[in-house]
């Protein structure tokens, strides 16, 4: 701000503010424009002169803290505050792969982009046939298939060779009662 030799203000359009916010959770940078317009007489630089200009008006919302979240089929991520504010937070995002099944496991139905599988094409959820998201919800098939089929034989050879046995035991005591006649 400029003031001449008698203390007045020089500048009579709105003076643009920017203030840096990187690193606080809020959006950055953050800008407005202080409008000297109405006050341009009464505001000084002189220490003996007293400043009237006040807020008269205030459009912001005072500080606010994340109640609760949700996310849309789209991915938007939208956060609503105890000051009553709700606003987009981010978004998740889906890829898609030109041939999935080159994909390589690394087990716990996870997967990294194989040599086959091409790059990871990012996209937006509901777009380019990528799907959508279902917020709560738990994948269908959240368990590794292979393993659980294997300890479904596992129980099952197990189950076949205790009832051998006990159909063994049955047969040799059927055969006592016979002889002990």
Same mark, same amino acid.
């Given at each position: 701000m400029s003031f001449d030799t008698a203390g007045l203000l020089?500048?009579?359009a709105p003076v643009a503010v920017t203030l840096d916010r990187a690193g606080t959770g809020a959006a950055t940078p953050m800008s407005f424009a202080v409008d000297f317009a109405e006050g341009i007489d009464q505001l000084t630089s002189l220490?003996?002169?007293?400043?009237?200009?006040?807020?008269?008006? /205030?459009? +912001?919302?005072? @500080? %606010?803290i994340l109640e609760d979240f949700g996310i849309a089929r789209d991915g938007l991520i939208t956060g609503i505050?105890?000051?009553?504010?709700?606003?987009?937070?981010?978004?998740?995002?889906?890829?898609?792969f030109a041939n999935n099944e080159g994909l390589v496991?690394?087990?716990?139905?996870?997967? /990294?982009? +194989?040599?086959? @599988? %091409?790059?990871?094409?990012?996209?937006?959820?509901?777009?380019?046939?990528a799907g959508s998201i279902v917020a709560g919800?738990?994948?269908?098939?959240?368990?590794?298939?292979g393993q659980e089929f294997i300890k479904m034989i596992m129980a099952s050879t197990g189950y076949s060779a205790s009832s051998r046995?006990?159909?063994?035991?049955d047969e040799l005591l059927q055969q006592l009662m016979i002889l002990a006649r």
């Open positions: 020089l500048v009579d220490a003996d002169d007293p400043s009237s200009i006040a807020s008269t008006y /205030r459009d +912001g919302r005072p @500080s %606010g505050f105890s000051n009553g504010l709700t606003q987009n937070l981010g978004q998740v995002v889906l890829a898609k496991e690394m087990g716990s139905n996870m997967f /990294r982009t +194989g040599a086959n @599988s %091409g790059e990871a094409i990012v996209v937006q959820p509901t777009t380019l046939g919800a738990l994948e269908q098939a959240n368990v590794d298939l046995v006990v159909q063994t035991a």
